[in-house]
């Protein structure tokens, strides 16, 4: 079995909280072992940080993209525009990603 969702996919919110429901984003990690993923620019929390004078940077409150539960999203279909199934395929020795609607290669570039 393939990843269903990978780093660099862009991903659709299909569930959860109304306010980020629908919308999309690239993922920018995934952590196997709770599930979950971090998306770009979705999910964002409030996070305080102190100040590190050494790196010049001052402490404050900083808004980071928490981890979303993995079965809240799904990978983007260019041709379906909306987030889709993936079902997997073998192709040249490689295992790749189709969009079980339209049979699309679901690639992320
Ligand atoms: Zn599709």
Known sequence: MGNRIKKGDIVQIISGKS???GKMGKVLKVLRKSDKV???GLNLMKKSTKADPA???QGGIVE???PLKMSKVMPYC?????GVRVKYERANGKV???CVSCDAVLEYK
């Open 64 to 66: 980071e993209p928490a």
């Open 55 to 57: 790196n010049n940077k």
């Open 19 to 21: 306010a980020i429901k």
């Open 38 to 40: 971090i998306v770009e």
């Open 78 to 82: 260019n041709a379906c525009h909306k």
């Open 96 to 98: 790749i990603r189709k």
